[in-house]
């Protein structure tokens, strides 16, 4: 696959020397919101409008996987802070902070089982187009992509990664640019096959038959498919956080 300029991985992140610190204050709210129980989170208007605004980018580790860019999460500029207090209609950043960091909470769940949208051909962000400009992504010439049923079983069947403690603090230390947001784990993206591809026409009910001794006969050609789905899984990703809608919102506390 031809990969655009990444940004850094979060584990990378762990490595680098100290930059300029977020505020305090940021990094408590940050905190006390990923310390907070995830099943006990709502997810209301609020959230939907900043989950309509998210950026994704491939995540180079192992076979490679979908996360939400963590250094501009937001499409608007990379001023994250300000796109956040726009699409809330806010002056409060202990609000517009809060909110965001419960974003990098939900998203898991929210392509999981909250969003909904059907299939069919859908724009990518024009701001994201150019990062979609290899032959893989699925997305043509125009910034336009073909969701099908086989990217939202996918979607819904992934693996996500919350960032941990570690993690955390290795964002945090990074400065205000970066936040906590999850990301597809690329080396089982599906489910617990070191060969993702198994787990990936199981989901869909192709599945490669057995030996004798019960391992999978692969075929070089079903592998290369679902290979190229798999990269696929990038703009499907795009297009479902930034089009789809969540059943019912709740309203969250201030």
Not at 112 to 134: H, I, N, S, W
Not at 216 to 236: C, G, S, V, W
Not at 239 to 244: C, Q
Request: net charge positive.
């Amino acid at each position: 696959m031809i990969r655009r300029t990444l940004l850094l991985t979060l584990g990378s992140l762990v490595a680098l020397p100290w930059r300029a610190l977020a505020a305090p204050g940021r990094d408590a709210i940050i905190r006390r919101v990923f310390a907070a129980p995830q099943d006990g989170l709502p997810y209301g208007a609020q959230h939907a409008a900043l989950v309509r605004l998210l950026r994704v980018q491939w995540m180079p580790v192992e076979s490679g996987a979908p996360a939400v860019d963590f250094e501009q999460p937001l499409l608007g500029g990379a001023d994250t802070l300000a796109v956040v207090r726009g699409a809330l209609k806010t002056a409060d950043d202990t609000l517009a902070v809060r909110r965001l960091a419960e974003v990098c909470r939900l998203i898991p769940r929210y392509v999981q089982t909250l969003g909904r949208l059907p299939p069919g051909r859908y724009a990518v962000p024009p701001e994201m187009k150019e990062a979609f400009d290899f032959p893989e992504s699925g997305v043509d010439a125009q910034g336009m992509f073909n969701l099908r049923k086989e990217h939202l079983i996918l979607l819904r069947a992934a693996i996500w990664r919350e960032v941990d403690e570690h993690a955390l603090q290795a964002v945090l230390r990074e400065g205000e640019r970066f936040w906590p947001m999850p990301y597809i784990d690329g080396k089982r993206p599906y489910g617990n096959a070191s060969y993702y591809q198994i787990d990936m026409a199981r989901l869909l009910g192709e599945s490669y038959p057995l030996d004798a001794k019960g391992y999978a006969i692969t075929d070089p050609a079903k592998d290369a498919r679902l290979e190229r789905l798999h990269y696929e899984t990038l703009a499907a990703l795009q297009v479902f956080l930034g089009r789809s809608t969540a059943a019912k919102l709740k309203r969250p506390a201030s």
